[in-house]
Nanobody, 127 residues
Framework: QVQLVESGGGLVQAGGSLRLSCAASGRAFSSSTMGWFRQAPGKEREFVAAIRWYGGNTYYADSVKGRFTISRDTAKNTVYLGMNSLKPEDTALYYC????????????????????WGQGTQVTVSS
């Protein structure tokens, strides 16, 4: 059974940094695409970033490009989201997700591409 467990969220001032972690277990992820999404109160879940487990190709939403970095540690089966220059509008519940298969283009940003989801970790950025 695939399990994704996020950690690392918290309260930070605008301009600060956080690093989220997603520990993945239950199977091998070498042929998977891993993603981070976020959902703010009253808003739809939105794509943040994605990474191919094999090869490490990365993809970002325009709103976080240059500020966030997605990476993975294959030995630890963990995906990270480094977040710098945080803004109040980054406040949301952040979810880790895993998709069976390798995806590119617009498929990466669609929540229904992903088969497995974590419970989320809250990030709050104060102004």
């Amino acid at each position: 059974q695939v399990q994704l467990v996020e950690s690392g969220g918290g309260l930070v001032q605008a301009g600060g940094s956080l690093r989220l972690s997603c520990a993945a277990s239950g199977r091998a992820f070498s042929s998977s695409t891993m993603g981070w999404f976020r959902q703010a109160p009253g808003k739809e879940r939105e794509f943040v970033a994605a990474i191919r487990w094999y090869g490490g190709n990365t993809y970002y939403a325009d709103s976080v490009k240059g500020r966030f970095t997605i990476s993975r540690d294959t030995a630890k089966n963990t995906v990270y989201l480094g977040m710098n220059s945080l803004k109040p509008e980054d406040t949301a519940l952040y979810y880790c997700a895993a998709a069976d298969g390798v995806y590119t283009g617009s498929s990466l940003s669609k929540a229904n591409t992903y088969n497995y989801w974590g419970q989320g970790t809250q990030v709050t950025v104060s102004s």
